[in-house]
């Protein structure tokens, strides 16, 4: 059944300017449209105790307005060219990204650079984009059942403060946040030398490098920012507790463990691990739980990735009259079973083929490109492991993947949160802290109901296009 | 900072324009009525197949609201020759995706895959279509996980508007009708899902769409090979009851008690997608609210702070269509927000649109058409709205001059039209204690309904 099959190669040039901006281009003349992202290396793990959400909230002012550019007119220059924009903020980093008809590419370089060397910073735009972060923090999770439980699963796995808390910040340090701190954080973290600027796409290579050079060349570089520590014991940090979610309309809980870094070997093998465990329909734990036992309504996982140590989750919501901890013991159980077999030779089959698809398949887009491409540059500075990374996800054996699960998941060293509808009560939604129990809300059915850690989103929701999408299947 | 240069302070002129090729497209049906479209695209070893029939949601029996649901899944969960679980194994064995679903006007069957296994999907795609057996321990099983997904539904904030809004604004034409009940999924049987099946997948109701790395000759031979046996039969019935006329304003408030914002929905009756008027409506809500530059996001969100996103839909369907204005704000402006809204609705109704929005909308429009077809994805789903809804032809190639071809009176027309605020429903998913004074102006009458959607005593 196995075929042979060559992902095909993307073609990349990199190179830095003399302020330290890397870039890197990828060319392409299939589609006549260009993306541009502007990565730079600051996110949660950079903010400190009392100004958690603060990259995500710079994030939301990086849109404002710069010297050459009024308040809110980057939507509007983006627009007006027919192009697409947003950003995103996670732990690792925050990204600004456009999508554009290829002859637009400069518009994109001008507003990228004048914003990175000369960001307006007022109190009424601050104002008014805390307003907007909050009313996101209620959207996404204080009046959804289900997605604070989560951010309390976070602070459960991880002991460090820097790796614990939120990307989208407490309302609390959102409102002490003032025009200095946005001014400061942006001194230490928005320059040249701490960012990568990627194209991908259909334009001149030698004309593109000479608008890059003009618009970015002569951004001055800032001293390095401070390093950062996001070392963990290897213990999590609570290991059970209980969360009162007044949203919630039924019970439901998640396990996490600590696994280690992004492109370490056994990240690798753990990310081949989950997807045997949760991803798809003839994953073990789908069959055995949701078509097996039938005790459960939903099955769901996720891997947090990071440069430092980084969590894998497993969310479940149960079948009423369905014993919890019997459909944890069977959970465990399925770990157990991977630890002691390893994987079976149809299951490694399917891990390579799934990896082939989706090089493929997210090939397509030119945006995917140009992110995948700076991310590489940004964390390895090595934009070349877009063409060779999946290499090092083929070569894993089952006798890895086994082995990885033994050492990482198959163990007592996890987190168990118990997510309980709590009774009607007047409290508002508190500050969630070590121990006490807070308030969130219930997930929405058909959306993954693992955290959005990953990336909190941007100054936009994710809107459906111009046209109305004919209503999808 | 080092002092600007002087060609930081306007706008970059753009480059040359680089033109679009638009994909060819190879059309065919077979002697049993099945539509066939095929795009030839070998840049990466991948293709995309959808089968999409002209029946949808919208098709279910009265007494059984849901059934076209159910049916779309358990397409997957059996056949005659295959198990749930053998499916699922072998479609992911091929790193490959198959997966069913339906909306109000039609059902698709969705499959993408690496091009060397493209043969084996289609097989699966055939049988699935063919041959799918509803098993009675999947029927029975989907049963059950559907009403607890029934449980989470009801928790959501955005599901309670949009189902209090389909009631309100289609009545009893089956666009109301968002999910089944406990009572209708217990009487959903292997008999009445197999009637159903054998009623609305049929291939002259059907188009079999493939973009992708293939051959055009040895795709088609290979679909006549495997569906050229199936069996025509009789259209489905398109008539319904008309939706309700609407002669006034109210507010349907849903309570959500502790709801930390409110989601508002205000509608009015729009267009079907066929409309003459569908340029025009695209334009006026490009420029009232399809994006961060429109005229709700820059009121709501970058100026009062109301909210994360102000946005317009136009909802246009085959037989029915809303236009709406939504947005989910903090609960203590709920009603400076309906204000706010009110306000941009008279507005684009009594005021012409200025000559650089109208420009601006169209370059929107126009610019972004290339990003929507980048890929296989993008471009297939495009394929199957234009059959599905019967659109011309050309309507790719003609895409952008009809963009360009809409004035500032068509869009004042349909503004005036289908934009009547006075008339409007208005939805809000919401705290009923903390807004009921805040709505109170805006409308003599007001419903209040709890989230299970029954009607509470004012």
């Known amino acids: 059944m196995q075929k042979t099959f060559q992902v095909p190669h993307t073609p990349i040039e990199q190179f830095s300017l003399s302020n330290g901006l890397r870039v890197v281009l990828n060319e392409d003349h299939s589609v006549p449209v260009v993306s541009v992202a502007l990565y730079y290396d600051v996110g949660s793990r950079n903010e400190r105790k009392g100004r958690t959400g603060f990259a995500h909230l710079f994030e939301h002012m990086m849109f404002q307005g710069s010297e050459n550019v009024p308040k809110a007119a980057h939507f509007q220059y983006i627009s007006n060219a027919g192009g697409t924009m947003n950003g995103t903020t996670s732990s690792e980093r925050t990204n600004y990204f456009e999508t554009l008809p290829a002859n637009q590419l400069p518009l994109a370089l001008w507003l990228e650079s004048d ?69 400061e954080f942006f001194r230490i973290y928005y320059a040249p030398n701490n960012a990568v600027l990627s194209v991908a796409g259909d334009f001149d290579q030698a004309e593109t490098r000479r608008l890059i050079e003009k618009y970015f060349a002569t951004i001055p570089s800032h001293p390095e920012p401070p390093p950062v520590d996001v070392s963990e014991p290897a213990e999590v940090g609570t290991k059970r507790d209980t969360f009162l979610d007044k949203l919630a309309p039924v019970p439901a809980f998640a396990l996490g463990w600590k696994i280690p870094e992004r492109r370490s070997p056994e990240f690798y093998s753990l990310s ?17 739980l949701v078509k097996g036992e039938e005790s459960v309504v939903q099955i769901q996982g996720g891997i947090d990735e990071r440069r430092g140590p980084s969590g894998l989750f497993i969310v479940v919501i149960p079948k009423p009259e369905h014993d919890c901890s019997q459909i944890r013991d069977a959970i465990l159980t399925e770990i157990r079973e991977l630890a002691t077999q390893g994987p079976s030779d149809e299951e490694m089959e399917k891990l390579r083929n799934n990896l082939l698809n989706s090089s493929v398949r997210s090939r397509q887009s030119s945006l995917y490109r140009a992110q995948q491409l700076a991310e590489f540059a940004l964390y390895d500075n090595d934009p070349e492991l877009f063409n060779t990374d999946l290499d090092n996800y083929l070569k894993i054996t089952a006798a890895q993947i086994r082995d990885s699960v033994v050492r990482h998941l198959d163990t007592d060293n996890r987190v168990l949160l118990e997510i309980v509808p709590a009774p009607e009560e007047a409290a508002p939604a508190a500050p969630l802290e070590a121990g006490v129990p807070g308030q969130s809300t219930a997930p929405p059915p058909q959306v993954p109901i ?14 459906p296009q111009a046209e109305p999408a004919v209503e999808s299947t | 900072m080092t002092e600007t240069e002087a060609f930081r302070r306007q706008l970059p002129p753009p480059l040359a324009p680089r033109p679009l090729n638009l994909p060819e497209q190879s059309v065919a049906t077979l002697a049993n009525g099945l539509g066939l479209v095929v795009v030839e695209d070998k840049r990466l070893p991948l293709v995309s197949f959808r089968l999409a029939f002209r029946a949808g949601d919208a098709n279910d029996p009265q007494s059984l609201p849901g059934l076209s649901d159910m049916m779309s899944h358990l397409l997957t969960e059996g056949t005659t020759t295959r198990t749930s679980r053998q499916i699922a194994e072998e479609v992911e064995r091929f790193g490959a995706t198959l997966a069913v679903g339906s909306s109000s006007d039609f059902s698709t069957v969705a499959a993408s895959t690496l091009s060397v296994y493209a043969d084996e999907i289609l097989n699966l795609m055939a049988d699935v279509t063919l041959a799918a057996s509803f098993p009675q321990n999947e029927i029975d099983l989907a049963r059950d996980n559907t009403k607890q997904l029934l449980i989470q539904q009801r ?74 046996d199936w069996q025509p ?159 011309p032809s050309d309507y790719l190639r003609t895409y952008r001059d009809r963009i360009n071809a809409v004035s500032a009176e068509d869009i004042q027309r349909v503004a005036q039209k289908y934009v009547r605020p006075n008339e409007a429903a208005v ?32």
């Open chain 1, 115 to 183: 914003r990175m060397r000369s960001l307006s910073v007022t109190q009424e735009n601050l104002d008014n984009q805390r307003s907007a972060v909050q009313e996101e923090k209620r959207l996404r999770y204080d009046n959804q059942p289900y997605v604070n439980g989560f951010l309390r699963l976070f602070e459960m796995c991880f002991q460090n403060h820097a790796n614990a808390h939120s990307t989208i910040g407490s309302m609390e340090d959102l409102d002490a946040a003032t025009v200095d701190d946005i001014r």
């Open chain 1, 450 to 463: 693992t955290p959005d850690e990953a990336a909190q989103a941007g100054p936009l929701p994710a809107q």
């Open chain 2, 427 to 458: 939805v809000i998913v919401g705290d009923a204690e903390e807004i009921s004074a805040q709505v109170k102006p805006y409308s003599d009458t007001i419903e209040i309904y709890d989230t299970e959607g029954r009607k509470k005593n004012a």
């Open chain 1, 272 to 288: 081949l691990a989950s997807h045997l465990l949760f991803e798809g329909e003839s994953a073990r734990l789908y069959q055995k």
């Open chain 2, 155 to 228: 928790a959501q904030p955005n599901f309670l508007a949009s189902e209090r809004m389909s009631q309100v604004m289609f009545g009893r034409h089956p666009y109301s009708r968002l999910s089944p009940t406990p009572e209708t999924l217990d009487a959903m049987t292997r008999d009445n899902l197999s009637k159903f099946r054998a009623s609305t997948y049929i291939p002259n109701n059907a188009v079999l769409m493939v973009v992708g790395d293939v051959e055009r000759a040895v795709v088609v031979e290979r679909i006549e090979e495997l569906f050229g």
């Open chain 2, 233 to 391: 039969g009789t259209l489905p019935d398109q008539n319904f009851p008309a939706p309700p006329k609407r002669s006034a304003r109210a507010i349907y408030v849903v309570d959500r008690p502790g709801s930390a914002q409110s989601n508002i929905v205000i509608a009015n009756e729009g267009i079907t997608r066929t409309s003459a008027d569908y340029f025009p409506m695209l334009l006026m809500h490009t420029i009232l609210g399809a994006n961060a530059s429109s005229r709700l996001f820059m009121n709501l969100r970058e100026e009062k702070g109301y909210t994360y996103g102000a946005y317009s839909n136009v909802d246009a369907r085959r037989l029915a269509g809303t236009f709406r204005a939504t947005a989910e704000v903090r609960t203590p402006v709920t009603g400076a927000s309906l204000h706010e809204f009110f306000y941009e609705l008279n507005r684009i109704r009594d005021e012409a649109v200025s000559a650089d929005e109208l420009k601006n909308a169209k370059a929107y429009l126009s610019g972004v058409f290339p990003i929507r077809i980048e890929t296989q994805d993008g471009l297939i789903d495009q394929l199957v709205s234009i059959r599905m809804y019967d659109l």
